[in-house]
């Protein structure tokens, strides 16, 4: 009988927050649309609303007589490159990590703790990449960098003393975390320098390890900015 009740019981791949899959069917609805809806205008949709450096170059903008696009236009496309992708690959691919590594992280911060964080973090990437990459024509597309802080905060998240309260968050120079940053490091420097993505597109390396970096930065504050609402004691 004991066995009968652990076959009905839900198990963890069957309570996903509702925040994770929305999230997921957003980053596939968009690619959707622009395949089936606009496709022939791929490349004005990664030019506009992908992440391109060379827009924010006056020299660039100066030598091509490009004229500097309005602060929305500037700003935007640090949010909007989130939801293109190049491929049914890179989205799949994309889906796939942030549903192991966002409900971690979700059901700690609450829907929309959970959707700024990612947001933030694929922002940061989008910065980093910009200063290594100042005056590149080619657009930065995808959702990796805000799923690379995702990731980053789950781990710090998942490895901990537990506790009656509420979990603290693995300090950043903890053995482990200082492993797997090694790890992750590595692997996207690899890939980034030898041009292993899915598809055969190119990597975004440094956006990867920008939001990286900021979701362990970030943990922290925004773990003490989400878990009041459950009434425990946030710890950075």
Request: a neutral charge; hydrophobic letters at 55%.
């Amino acid at each position: 009988m004991a066995f009968l009740r652990d076959m009905n019981d839900p198990q963890p791949f069957l309570r996903v927050p509702a925040v994770v899959l929305w999230l997921i069917l957003a980053l596939l609805g968009t690619h959707a649309l622009r395949v089936w809806g606009f496709p022939q205008d791929s490349n004005w949709l990664f030019g506009s609303y992908g992440f391109v450096p060379a827009l924010y170059s006056h020299a660039y903008l100066q030598a091509h007589g490009e004229n500097p696009g309005s602060f929305v236009q500037l700003a935007l496309p640090f949010v909007t490159y989130i939801f293109l992708h190049g491929s049914w690959m890179h989205v799949g691919i994309n889906s796939v990590w942030l549903l192991a590594f966002g409900p971690v992280v979700a059901r700690r911060y609450g829907s929309l703790v959970f959707i700024l964080f990612f947001l933030v973090c694929g922002i940061a990437g989008a910065g980093v990449h910009l200063a290594l990459n100042w005056g590149s024509p080619n657009p930065l597309i995808g959702a990796s960098a805000g799923i690379s802080g995702l990731m980053a905060a789950a781990f710090r998240m998942l490895f901990f003393e537990p506790r009656e309260t509420a979990p603290p968050l693995t300090p950043i120079f903890s053995p482990r975390i200082l492993l797997w940053t090694a790890i992750w490091v590595a692997v996207n420097i690899i890939a980034g320098t030898m041009g292993l993505g899915a598809g055969g597109e190119l990597v975004g390396w440094q956006a990867h390890l920008g939001g990286y970096a900021a979701g362990l930065l970030l943990a922290g504050p925004f773990d003490a900015l989400a878990r009041p609402r459950a009434g425990l004691n946030p710890e950075a």
